[in-house]
């Protein structure tokens, strides 16, 4: 008897399993981003920045001696992707990953261009981290870029390029990969800013008791954050790692030199996320440590109050008993009597107790 199993992929996943390979299928949930187009052509003398109509002006914008940099911001618009693809010769394979967000950051070199994928991570008005695919191709005197929609963290570089500040205008394609890279990294410090103070605030509150019935679950919500960011950032070390060792002619030997900064940047972002990982580990261990120390509390309160009523509880007890010859019924100040031995005995095991530094 052949047993089939069943084959479990992920809701959000769009591919169809068995698809021909280079197949261009949008994976994201942005199906109604508009598409827009924005395009750069700069050397050292002139900048020319223009918003595309349409994707057929991509394939005549450019000059010679001159850098052009294309933008595209929607990837659910797939056939002028594949358009766009077609006029620079890229692989279907390229295409393929250009639009299936769920990409893992990393580089693949072809004969005429390197195919580059990483993350773009911020915060949205939730304070939720949102993880954006952004695609590179660099070519000779290109750079195509691919964004799921608007917004992103190049406005440095525009303005940059607009008014001719640093060396971006006077280098090659290469380096204008590089200060996009070197953007994105830039922008993970803000990040890791942020969610570094979401940690200490909620660990400074959870020291203080300042903290709701939903601890538990905010502390699971900041080990996804943490979680996503080391998955989005790790792998862009081998990315730059590669880009550093290659000897492909479209990466210059005097570029290297910026590559290594940015590598350097992700070490010590890499080493921040492990931090932040720790620290939320031991935020869990230290909650646990509060509800355990809040019990204890309850626990040593019930003990002594149980405490200090066993004995007077014995008290009333023997002289509750139904016996007629009980030598102190027959006294005057019999009842005055019990009751200040009781009241001593109360205020006697109190000042005991606190003493022992028990209350």
């Not at 390229?94 to 991570?121: A, C, G, T």
């Not at 005097?254 to 290594?260: E, G, L, M, P």
Request: glycine residues 4%; neutral net charge; aromatic residues 14%.
């Amino acid at each position: 008897m052949k047993i089939q199993l069943k084959k479990i992929k992920p809701k959000n996943y769009k591919k169809q399993l068995g698809q021909i390979p280079g197949s261009v299928i949008y994976t994201g949930k942005k199906d109604s981003q508009k598409l827009f187009i924005e395009a750069f052509d700069y050397n050292k003398d002139f900048c020319n920045e223009i918003e595309l109509q349409s994707i057929e002006e991509a394939f005549t914008f450019g000059l010679e001696n001159a850098i052009t940099w294309i933008n595209v911001n929607g990837l659910n618009h797939v056939k002028e992707i594949e358009a766009l693809g077609n006029n620079y010769n890229l692989h279907p394979l390229v295409l393929e990953d250009v639009v299936n967000i769920s990409q893992r950051p990393k580089i693949d070199e072809y004969d005429d261009y390197i195919f580059v994928v990483l993350k773009m991570l911020y915060y949205d008005i939730n304070s939720i981290i949102v993880s954006e695919q952004v695609s590179f191709v660099l070519g000779k005197d290109y750079l195509l870029t691919f964004q799921e929609s608007e917004g992103d963290v190049f406005d440095s570089v525009r303005d940059r390029i607009r008014h001719g500040k640093g060396r971006v205008r006077n280098k090659q394609s290469d380096y204008l990969l590089y200060v996009l890279i070197d953007a994105i990294v830039d922008h993970y410090f803000h990040v890791l800013e942020v969610l570094g103070d979401k940690i200490e605030n909620f660990e400074t509150n959870l020291f203080n008791g300042n903290i709701g019935d939903n601890a538990n679950k905010d502390i699971q919500n900041l080990k996804r954050e943490v979680l996503r960011l080391r998955r989005a950032i790790f792998p862009l070390r081998e990315v730059i790692n590669r880009i550093e060792k290659n000897d492909n002619t479209l990466i210059q030997n005097k570029t290297i030199t910026y590559y290594r900064d940015v590598y350097d940047h992700l070490i010590q972002v890499s080493e921040n996320i492990e931090i932040y990982r720790e620290m939320t580990w031991s935020l869990m261990d230290m909650y646990m440590t509060s509800i355990s120390n809040k019990m204890n509390e309850v626990m040593k309160v019930l003990t002594i109050m149980a405490s200090i009523f066993i004995p007077l509880t014995f008290i009333a007890g023997i002289y509750g008993m139904n016996f007629e010859y009980i030598p102190e019924l027959k006294f005057r100040y019999g009842y005055f009597v019990i009751w200040g031995i009781m009241i001593f005995i109360f205020l006697a095991m109190l000042y005991y107790f606190k003493r022992k530094k028990w209350l």
